[in-house]
């Protein structure tokens, strides 16, 4: 299975547990793009809503493609009722958007499972003139607040972390925008801090798609052992979060 599909087998869990973006940061976002019940927005890859309620509160027309059926019907599940809210279940790449044209685009921790060619290239076309593209990631420092913990943690990493699918995906360059016909791209960072218990910290680190596709006998091993390594060294992992926002504009 692919990565950016191995997501739709825990949409619960996934619901649950991914981080959600900073108050701070959809502030700026709104005031900055000017988003609104006049603006029509889409987000790709929406999950199960992590970075949607800001942006459909506004009473923009919101629109989001989500390759993972389970997780579609997770986000209809909770916004079906808005009647700003539509979605499709499609894959971005393949999917034929019409004469469908957006004021933003905005992506969490999604675009870089596109091809950069397609991502810029497809975004760019979609894009009314003057619309922006925006982008979104969380990097997570845990090592800091819990330098003791951190070490015991990355023992069970060289241990039993061995997922059947190698992770490719960490060098997507956000800044190539710019050789797609995009302007003004800046970077701006806001700042958050999250504390988990033993078993939210198992259930987060089971989120992520290369932390599912370890085999087993690896897998429970390795996830009893997190639990077990946080429970018998302070009972809390705390994480000290940056929540990166990247912004460009189609002139």
Not at 27 to 38: K, R
Not at 129 to 142: E, H, I, K, P
Not at 145 to 164: M, S, V
Not at 189 to 205: I, L, Q
Request: hydrophobic share 35%; proline share 5%.
């Amino acid at each position: 299975m692919e990565f950016r599909k191995i997501f739709d087998t825990i949409p619960e869990q996934f619901d649950r547990y991914r981080p959600r973006y900073s108050e701070e940061l959809f502030q700026y976002l709104i005031h900055y793009a000017e988003i609104g019940p006049n603006k029509k927005v889409l987000e790709i890859g929406s999950g199960t809503g992590q970075a949607t309620d800001p942006i459909l509160q506004t009473g923009c027309d919101y629109h989001a493609i989500e390759i993972g059926e389970h997780l579609c019907e997770k986000m209809k599940e909770k916004y079906d009722q808005f009647p700003n809210f539509h979605i499709v279940n499609d894959d971005f790449i393949t999917h034929d958007f019409g004469s469908h044209r957006f004021d933003l685009i905005y992506s969490a921790a999604t675009i870089q499972w596109i091809p950069e060619n397609v991502a810029f290239s497809k975004t760019f076309e979609l894009l009314k003139q003057g619309g922006f593209l925006v982008m979104m990631l969380t990097r997570t420092d845990y090592k800091t607040p819990n330098e003791e913990l951190y070490a015991k943690i990355q023992k069970l990493y060289d241990q039993y972390f061995k997922p059947d699918i190698p992770y490719t995906h960490g060098s997507f360059k956000y800044e190539n925008a710019l050789n797609y016909g995009y302007i003004d791209f800046k970077r701006l960072d806001f700042h958050g801090k999250r504390e988990m218990n033993p078993d939210e910290y198992v259930a987060f680190c089971g989120t992520h798609c290369d932390h599912i596709a370890i085999p087993e006998p690896y897998k429970t091993l390795f996830f009893e052992g997190l639990r077990d390594v946080v429970a018998n060294n302070g009972g809390k992992v705390i994480f000290e979060d940056t929540y990166i926002l990247y912004l460009a504009k189609k002139p």
